[in-house]
Every structure is written in structure tokens, then in C-alpha cells.
């Protein structure tokens, strides 16, 4: 069995290799914000935690505004028809904040990473 891993390792590639090839840009994203966060307190590294839950809602703000009037919509519809529509549409307004939450989570997940790590540091000492 040694033999064929060997030759599957020349041929297709060390799995281990490349996933730590995938993830090394991360991995260098985190430790660029060591230095910063290094010099917080430990409440403003609480307060980074608030200051990405408010990106997130900023981000999606204006979708989830349209899905609340879009809602109070459908309780004065009377057409059934209408409400499906209305039903569809807020769906897929779901689906776009779900995107910009997501491209949030994206953008800050280095940083967030940074301070997970810093945290459990300075809780370390």
C-alpha cells in the first residue's frame, strides 16, 4: 500500500500540500493583523465583535427594509395571486441578503480570525 500511495503522490499530488497552499493566503491575511490587534484591550477587542455584527446589518440594511414592506404588503393583499408574488419576491430578496451577508463575512474573516486568536491569547495570560 505504500508503494501505490507513493506513485499516486508523484502523479495527482500530496493532498496536505495543497490545502495548505489553498489556505496560506488567509494564514498571512490573519497575521497582518496581529500588530494591530495586539495593542487593543481586551473590551476593544469585545467591541470588535459589535463592530462586525453592525457591518453585517449595514451591508443588508436597505434589502431587509424591502422585505419588511414588502411584507406589511402582503397582510393587505387580498389577492391570492398577488401574495405569491409578493411571497416570491421576498424570497428572493432573502436570497440577496444572504449574498451580502455573506460577501461581509468574506471581507471580514481575516480580521475576525485576528481577533479570535488575539483574544484567546490575551485570555491565555
Not at 493566503?25 to 455584527?53: C, G, M
Amino acid at each position: 500500500m505504500g508503494l501505490l500511495d507513493s506513485v499516486l503522490k508523484i502523479f495527482v499530488g500530496d493532498k496536505a500540500k495543497k490545502d495548505i497552499k489553498d489556505l496560506q493566503p488567509y494564514v498571512n491575511q490573519i497575521l497582518s493583523f496581529e500588530k494591530e490587534l495586539s495593542s487593543l484591550s481586551i473590551d476593544e477587542l469585545r467591541a470588535k465583535t459589535q463592530e462586525f455584527k453592525d457591518k453585517i446589518q449595514a451591508a443588508k440594511k436597505d434589502t431587509l427594509e424591502q422585505i419588511e414592506n414588502l411584507k406589511l404588503q402582503v397582510e393587505q393583499e387580498q389577492d391570492i395571486d398577488k401574495k405569491e408574488d409578493l411571497y416570491n419576491e421576498i424570497d428572493q430578496l432573502n436570497d440577496v441578503a444572504y449574498d451580502q451577508t455573506e460577501a461581509v463575512l468574506e471581507e471580514i474573516m481575516a480580521e475576525a480570525f485576528a481577533v479570535v486568536k488575539e483574544t484567546a491569547t490575551f485570555c491565555s495570560k
